[in-house]
């Protein structure tokens, strides 16, 4: 297992950790999140919603200033575990069905 960089809580109470090696793959694919990592966790914390991902996964989304949403994908695997996939910043928001609020 890969050692945890950072964890927080899900508006589900669910612990997501942020792993060493998917903050790698993050920042060398959107390298406008380089530097922003408390910004990545925080839209898991304080989202201003959730919605569905592919295969189960989550999609925080919080705006980040004029025509600027960052999107963090993660999966809750148990009520007690959970992980980042990915995250990035976009102009639209994807408008999958919300899970949250």
Known sequence: M???????????????????ERWTHIVENHDELAGRMDEVLNAIEDPEWVSTG????????????????????YRE???????????FLTQKPKRKPKVWP
């Open 2 to 20: 890969k050692a945890s960089v950072e964890t927080v809580q899900s508006v589900n109470g669910v612990p997501i950790r942020l792993t060493g």
């Open 54 to 73: 592919y295969g189960g996964a989550l999609i925080a989304w919080q705006n980040r200033g004029r025509h600027r949403w960052l999107g963090v994908f």
């Open 77 to 87: 695997t148990s009520k007690k575990d959970g992980f980042v996939i990915t995250a």
